[in-house]
């Protein structure tokens, strides 16, 4: 998870907030850097989408972290 006070580079941040609506019901939103891993987590918890119910908020996050990566990756080639 993402650790405590981090600054994150805006275009990270944002496609975090786009790849979460990918595992989640409800994107992160704007503020989303600012919270606590616990806030994040139960955020996490309260919105996986459908498939996604049963999987704990680490795992989903991975998910969310890897297709942001990913995506960045493909835009910067």
Known sequence: ????????DPKIKDDLIWASGH????????NFDKWTD????????????????YWPANLIWDEILGLATSMRSYINE
Request: glycine share 4%; hydrophobic share 40%; net charge positive.
């Open 1 to 8: 998870m993402m650790s405590k006070k981090v600054v994150i």
């Open 23 to 30: 595992f989640l019901c409800e994107s992160f939103p704007g």
């Open 38 to 53: 616990k806030k994040l987590n139960k955020f996490i918890e309260n919105n996986p989408w459908e498939p996604f119910q």
